[in-house]
């Protein structure tokens, strides 16, 4: 009999207004978004999506208007944790607003994309990319590194999608009502829902913070092609759904 499982939201940062994470488009605009881990329920193993941020440092790195919904002990003992309790985490990609809690999972093992690693290993000017990850939490963490797609469990895989950065990673999930899909690239609905006046010559909006649009383009129409339910990883009302799909 095949096995279904669930995404527990774990909100834990909101932002009322940041600028809507889309290239070349808006004008300005801005959107409310939303800092998660997100935990897979039905499972053997315990396994979660990222580990979210931290609010002082993206104060520091010049994020604004933004609110702790919960700490992160709160947000894993409401779907029954412990940071001591995870097996895997899996990593959409390394920037420091994903893995802000990784020290806390020291049982954990962290899967993430050989490309990801070296990026941040070998890292480029801060100008570039300001929010790649430091070296000691690098050098502190249990990896489990793959290439490309990869299935982890059966229900459960990761899809090579890389634009973001050149290692990000999505997260397809096997529930009673299709296969969901975490979307490692920063993005919100907006993102997959341009205006109908777009939608003939630009399906999809490439997210704004990318390091290659092109291959942000490819991985976004990948993912529309795929997931019957899709989650885009800074979605707001996301904070407010218990869980994926819902019951």
Sequence with gaps: MKSY??????????????????????????????????????????????????????????????????????????????????????????????????????????????????????????????????????????????DGDYQIEEGLRVLFTPGHTPGTQSVAVETAKGTAMIVGLCSVDETFLPPETSKDNLPVFVPGITNDPLQGYESQLRITKLADIIIPIHEIRFAFTDRVPAV
């Excluded at 809507?20 to 881990?37: E, L, N």
């Excluded at 396994?47 to 604004?64: C, H, N, R, Y």
């Excluded at 790649?132 to 690098?138: I, P, Q, S, V, Y």
Aim: hydrophobic share 45%.
């Design 5 to 146: 499982f669930t995404i527990r939201p774990i909100p834990l940062i909101v932002s009322a207004a940041f600028p809507a994470p889309i290239w070349r488009w808006g004008g300005g605009k801005v959107v409310p978004m939303c800092w998660f881990a997100w935990y897979i329920e039905g499972l053997g193993r315990k396994i979660l999506v990222d580990t979210g941020a931290i609010i002082e440092q993206l104060m520091a790195a010049g994020f604004t208007c933004l609110r702790q919904v919960q700490s992160l002990e709160q947000g894993l003992g409401k779907v029954g944790l412990e940071p001591r309790d995870v097996d895997l985490v899996i990593q959409t990609h390394l920037h420091f607003d994903h893995t802000g809690y990784a020290r806390k999972f020291s049982k954990a093992k962290f899967l993430v994309q050989k490309t990801e690693l070296n990026y941040h290993r070998n890292p480029p000017p801060l100008a570039i990319d300001p929010r790649t990850c430091n070296k000691e939490l690098l050098d502190a963490l249990n990896w489990e590194v793959v």
